[in-house]
């Protein structure tokens, strides 16, 4: 890192995002930007751009760097490009969903924004800071939060067809409790299913108050007392619908993986049980020797592809969560890079 650059806290507000765990990911991220085999031009790749807080802090502290950032949302894209111009060419955004990696790479590379030699060399460090952005939320209009009246929209990419509203003006009970109770984790599921559909045949949901209102009738006063807002676990089961959340961060865990150089550093910060314990599955095989069991030593080929950095998930400081309450919820794994182990099937291996 470097130590002469500092990011003040107050311009991130400026923008009205202060990013989690800041400076520790910019630790996490130097691993790879900083190994032996990183290339003379490190590329960094913000999964999950946002608002832009966490790729400003990497461009500030890695001034050999470049810096690509993901996003499916044309607001945070503008707002983002914006606020990184002064970068210059070492910031370039992409619209895309963060599992469009090879895609994006390769177009990128047509375009001449990157070098194409990343085919060759791969990527330092992959980041990815999950879930709905703080910038979201703030953006009333979106219906991604539960404490203002807004139309039940929730679609992070307005291209995409499906809407929070006509899940609940369409779904069947047996499909509305099944989102509720996998995404949401929501103990009255089928209570609030049966709900939905009974009010709906008096007139379609449209704004997310009348949602909100049903949960309070629907969820028992004594549960209402504890785990947070009642409406929280409904709305993020419908948000991750709405998006595909999970299926995307699936199936970018391995293509990220295989994108990354020995070295290079792969970084997921998580804020509900469902992605951490989607990210920790996939880290457990990527960590894990493939040499058959009783064999008295590892075979060649067979080791790990990658090492844990961090140790069990970790978690913003008490000092931090009082400075920034979205930090609260977080949890972070990271691992490097340390094997070839399959490098035959690297999508830039073709290339070399």
Do not use: C
Not at 214 to 224: G, H, Q
Not at 319 to 330: D, F, G
Request: proline share 6%; hydrophobic share 40%.
């Amino acid at each position: 890192m470097n130590q002469n650059t500092e990011i003040p806290n107050n311009k991130a507000q400026e923008h009205g995002h202060v990013p989690v765990m800041r400076d520790r990911m910019v630790e996490l991220v130097e691993t790879g930007v900083r190994s032996d085999s990183a290339p003379v031009t490190p590329i960094i790749i913000d999964g999950t751009l946002g608002a832009g807080g966490h790729a400003e802090a990497f461009l500030s502290s890695f001034e050999d760097a470049i810096v690509i950032g993901f996003d499916r949302d044309p607001n945070a894209l503008e707002e983002a490009s914006a606020r990184l111009a002064p970068f210059g060419d070492r910031f370039v955004p992409f619209r895309t969903r963060f599992d469009g990696i090879t895609e994006a790479i390769e177009d990128l590379i047509a375009l001449d924004r990157i070098p194409d030699d990343v085919k060759r060399t791969g990527v330092s460090a992959f980041f990815f800071d999950l879930g709905v952005s703080s910038m979201q939320l703030d953006q009333a209009e979106r219906g991604f939060a539960y404490r203002v009246d807004a139309p039940l929209d929730m679609r992070m990419d307005p291209r995409l067809p499906l809407t929070a509203a006509e899940i609940l003006n369409t779904y069947s009970h047996g499909d509305l409790a099944r989102i509720l109770k996998t995404y949401g984790e929501e103990r009255f599921a089928g209570k609030i299913a049966s709900a939905v559909v009974r009010e709906r045949e008096k007139e379609p949901f449209k704004t997310s108050a009348r949602l909100v209102e049903l949960l309070y009738s629907s969820i028992p006063a004594a549960a209402r007392r504890t785990g947070g807002h009642p409406a929280k676990r409904t709305f993020q089961a419908l948000r991750i619908e709405v998006n595909a959340e999970l299926e995307a961060l699936e199936n970018a865990l391995p293509i990220a993986a295989a994108w990354t150089h020995i070295g290079g550093v792969n970084v997921y910060m998580s804020y509900q049980s469902l992605e951490d314990k989607i990210v920790k599955s996939a880290f457990g095989g990527l960590t894990s020797s493939q040499t058959p069991p009783g064999l008295p030593m590892e075979l060649p080929g067979t080791e790990p592809e990658f090492a844990m950095i961090t140790r069990r998930a970790e978690k913003a400081t008490e000092l931090e969560i009082a400075e920034n309450s979205r930090a609260a919820p977080v949890r972070v794994r990271a691992a490097r890079r340390v094997s070839d182990r399959g490098k035959q099937g690297f999508p830039y291996a073709n290339h070399n």
